[in-house]
């Protein structure tokens, strides 16, 4: 008869912390989180001691203290009176406006070149080859500062639109001028808006909300959804009966027709900027820094979505193509039903982080003086109030909530055109 | 009956294709003409390329080289007749500067030198298909064509001599065994060259002294705690055990880097004065700044990101979310951020009193930037592995960093070379931002270029030539990378 019984008991020793794979991994990072603690410690600690030393005793008091300078570019009021907080709000603001038109510039202008790296036509195909290489190949601050250099040196100045047979003219019906200041465009005007919504009062964050824009833009989503739910309908019967309806004149009707009469009962016009003395007034003037920085970045960085969108294409096998076309389907939703929603698959992640680079370039702004976070808080503010490791801080701060924010919103999007795999 | 049939007994000889289908007619009709649209497209692209190419190269095209200033180039284009034409003078002037900065002009040959013995020893990293003999050919004959450029002295002749000699020698060599096996020569009694990536380790420790200069006691001491870390762990190895030897290997250098080197090298120095003149971090300038930043940074980056990387994919929670937070953090935030830490704050973190010039505490950040990219490129590589292979290491009983260094890194960085050339191809442009913190890298040296009164108002000749040194290095980098991309494809897709 034979007895089983249990191994004896090891009594704990110290060398099994190291020599047991049970407790080493334990050992492992409790020793890795002391290391990198310590180092911690000690860069606070010399951080704590020399700043002791220049007197700066660490505080946030300065962000309530006035700003004292001025900030060309901005989307919402702001006087030098006003305080650091609102000066680095402005430029917040600032650095997402650019980044919100440089991507989708970038995505227009990189779509159309990668579709058209893939043409069957050499030319065209070279002449975009040639674009892709010479934008990826140099760097972007260099971009940056060619273009504003060109628009400095190559516009003319407003006063050239004067007088009785002016050097240069408006362009579109005396409604745009492209001058070495600047751009000068339409603003949209509400005659019988509605007003505006001041929100948080009188505090730093203050900024008003337009009722005008939201009651047009709502109308329009509204206007999409319908024209979704059009298209729903369109194909159900098609399910059922094999014949699609004509939809599009209906679609076009729900999107267009609400629109038009939500903005013709807000009295919308445009206010036209005009030559008064030595400059333009009225419209909208975006400054040639803005300018510069849009165009570079989004050229730029389009010619890395050009190639992102080839690659994407490419990597959707020719099977895929043959099947669709045996099945019967046209040229046009053989792209719309088959290829795209799998490239699209392939594209997107990439995309993401080039959206991110973007917006992360888009610090460069300070190198042709438009005025973004990076050149309120982390340039005026940092050489006026001598706050370094704050205003550093909260710089860096903004920049990573934003680059979080974009790659979740963007990984949601993805989640939902991922392939579901069984 | 049916002998109204014809059935064709021979056969036809094979016929060409239609003209029109094949040659160069065939070409571009297929490729340029085919159908209404795509030849409006070919028309108006060719339109575009001739409207261009007329506007610019007449204006390249204009003989202002030595002109000293940009009112004297629009004399010289005004008398050619030209409405417009580019001053070239800025370039012919400031060339050196761009290149240099602000590098002391007669020690110039030292950072070239450096830059083409870099290329040298990258080579066996780089590309497999040249022979041994071939590297060693190339380094003598590098060595010796810069001994031309320095002040001739007895000790100087004797160098020229003896790489002579060596260049001679296996160049020889190369010519007198090009035919014939390697594997007959070495069975005929041919010696083998020693390995160059000998030349690579060493190159680490040149590459600071010819830049920086200074006694030659430093860099040898460097490479000594190298060597004392090894010694320390084969001595230590079978009396403590591996696991302490491992600790000591890694606390002796440092050790003797931070409390013995500077001792060391003083006191050689003293007894065997050899150095090079020193040249101080502000004097760097220009594309040699560039290069200094982007070489450094990626080079020190790699192993950094491999631990990152490591630590991103490991079980182990705390090390595992800190490579996580460190990586997110640094990815997050741009580099411009980066810099304006190492200009204002670096000093602030470390002990008072320590003042690193700013160009290290760029390359520090530059580092410190490039080693996140990494390790997010190094992870690619590590996850596209397929699961099989570590399976198969775990089954083969090795431990995590024998599995580590024989089965999964050589496939992991393999894989991920592209995307190591071409985040080195980024961090390359990005350092341009230095001009940004005040530094002179091109862009820098461009604005107090353009602000000279001589060349107030030089736009498209100054960014054109930076952006064509630039392009140069990228280009060729991303055109190695396809290569590479190309050589490493070992499936059969």
Redesign the interface.
């Known amino acids: 008869m034979t007895t089983l019984t249990d191994p004896p008991k090891e009594s704990f020793r110290l060398s099994m912390l190291i020599y047991d794979s049970r407790y080493r991994s334990m050992t492992i990072q409790i020793v890795a989180l002391i290391a990198v603690l310590t180092l911690i410690g000690w860069l606070i600690s010399n951080t704590a001691q020399n700043l002791a030393d220049l007197g700066k005793q660490p505080s946030f008091s300065f962000l309530g203290e006035s700003a004292g300078y001025d900030i060309n570019q901005r989307l919402i009021d702001y006087e030098n009176q006003d305080s650091h907080l609102r000066a680095a709000f402005v430029g917040l603001l600032n650095t997402l406006l650019v980044a919100f038109m440089g991507c989708i510039a970038a995505t227009l202008v990189g779509v159309f070149v990668g579709v058209l790296r893939l043409s069957n036509n050499w030319v065209v195909a070279r002449l975009m080859t040639i674009y892709v290489e010479m934008f990826r190949n140099v760097p972007v601050l260099l971009w940056i500062i060619l273009v504003m250099a060109i628009l400095i040196e190559t516009l003319p100045a407003p006063r050239a639109f004067r007088g009785e047979t002016p050097e240069a003219s408006m362009m579109l019906g005396d409604s745009v001028a492209f001058t070495n200041r600047g751009f000068y465009v339409p603003e949209p005007l509400f005659s019988r808006g509605i007003g505006d919504v001041h929100l948080f009062g009188e505090a730093a964050l203050r900024f008003d909300v337009s009722l005008d824009l939201i009651a047009v833009v709502a109308t329009f989503i509204a206007g999409l959804l319908i024209s979704g739910l059009i298209t729903r309908r369109a194909d159900r019967i098609q399910a059922a009966t094999g014949d699609r309806p004509r939809t599009w004149h209906w679609k076009a009707a729900v999107i267009v027709i609400p629109t038009v009469a939500v903005l013709a009962i807000l009295g919308f016009y445009l206010g036209k900027p005009e030559l008064q003395g030595f400059n333009f007034a009225g419209g909208t003037h975006m400054r040639n820094s803005l300018i510069a920085l849009w165009l570079a970045l989004s050229l730029y960085t389009a010619a890395f979505i050009a190639e992102i969108v080839r690659a994407g294409i490419l990597a959707i096998s020719k099977g895929q193509t043959e099947a669709a076309a045996a099945l019967g389907l046209r040229q046009r939703r053989i792209m719309s039903l088959v290829v795209l929603p799998q490239a699209l698959r392939v594209i997107i992640p990439p995309l993401i982080s080039q959206y991110l680079n973007l917006t992360k370039n888009s610090s460069l702004a300070i190198a042709v003086g438009y005025m973004d976070i990076t050149g309120t808080l982390m340039g005026i503010t940092l050489n006026q109030t001598g706050r370094e490791l704050e205003t550093i801080l909260i710089g860096m701060l903004i920049y990573l909530t934003i680059s979080l924010t974009i790659s979740f919103v963007m990984n949601l999007y993805n989640d939902a055109v991922k392939l579901r795999e069984r | 009956m049916n002998d109204l049939s014809f059935v064709r007994t021979e056969m036809l000889p094979e016929r060409d294709p239609p003209p029109s289908t094949t040659g160069v007619i065939g070409w571009l009709r297929?490729?340029?003409f085919?159908g209404v649209w795509?030849t409006l497209?070919?028309i108006a692209?060719?339109g575009?390329?001739v409207w261009v190419l007329g506007h610019i190269l007449p204006w390249i095209w204009s003989p202002t080289w030595n002109a000293g200033s940009l009112d004297q180039c629009r004399e010289i284009v005004g008398a050619s007749g030209k409405a417009s034409g580019a001053c070239w003078g800025v370039i012919h002037e400031r060339w050196p500067q761009m290149l240099y900065g602000f590098y002391p002009a007669e020690l110039r040959l030292r950072p070239t030198l450096a830059f083409f013995l870099l290329f040298i020893a990258l080579i066996p990293v780089l590309f497999n298909m040249i022979s041994r003999r071939m590297n060693w050919f190339l380094l003598a004959l590098v060595l010796f064509v810069a001994t031309f450029f320095t002040a001739s002295s007895a000790l100087m002749i004797v160098v020229q001599i003896v790489l002579a000699a060596a260049v001679l020698y296996i160049g020889y060599t190369l010519v007198a065994n090009s035919g014939s096996d390697r594997a007959e020569q070495i069975a005929a009694g041919a010696r083998r060259l020693p390995n160059p990536l000998i030349f690579t380790a060493l190159y680490v420790f040149l590459m600071p002294w010819l830049l920086w200069g200074g006694t030659i006691w430093t860099p040898v001491g460097a490479a000594l705690g190298f060597v004392i870390g090894w010694l320390v762990f084969r001595l230590l190895a079978p009396v403590l055990g591996t696991?302490t030897a491992i600790i000591l290997a890694f606390a002796a250098p440092v050790l003797w880097w931070l409390l013995l080197n500077g001792l060391f090298a003083s006191a050689m120095h003293a007894i065997l004065p050899f150095g090079l003149e020193p040249v101080e971090s502000r004097q760097f300038g220009g594309l040699l700044l560039s290069v200094t930043i982007g070489v450094t940074a990626i080079a020190v980056s790699l192993p950094m990101g491999i631990v990152l990387a490591l630590g991103r994919q490991s079980?182990?929670?705390?090390?595992k979310s800190?490579s996580v937070i460190f990586i997110?953090?640094i990815?997050?935030?741009?580099?411009?951020?980066l810099l304006?830490?190492a200009s204002?704050?670096l000093?602030?973190?470390?002990?008072?009193g320590t003042d690193f010039d700013i160009i290290l505490r760029v390359i520090i950040m530059a580092t410190v930037f490039a080693s996140a990219y990494m390790a997010e490129v190094i992870r690619g590589g590590l996850a596209a592995l397929p699961k099989g292979q570590y399976e198969a290491a775990d089954a083969l009983g090795l431990d995590y960093w024998k599995a580590q260094r024989l089965i999964i890194m050589p496939q992991a960085l393999k894989i991920s070379i592209p995307g190591i050339v071409s985040t080195f191809?980024g961090l390359f442009?990005?350092t341009?931002?230095v001009?940004?913190i005040g530094l002179l890298d091109p862009?820098g040296l461009?604005n107090s270029i353009r602000a000279d009164t001589n060349w107030n108002?030089i736009?498209w000749e100054l960014?054109g030539f930076?952006?064509l040194l630039?392009?140069i290095f990228?280009?060729s980098m991303?055109r190695y990378s396809m290569y590479l991309e190309r050589r490493l494809r070992t499936d059969h897709r």
Do not use: Q
């Open positions: 297929k490729n340029m085919d795509n497209l070919t692209s060719i575009l390329i696991l079980d182990l929670v705390i090390v800190l997110e953090f990815r997050g935030v741009p580099l411009i951020t304006f830490v204002v704050l000093n602030i973190f470390l002990p008072p191809i442009k990005d341009t931002l001009s940004i862009v461009s108002g736009v960014y930076i952006a630039f392009f990228t280009f991303s």
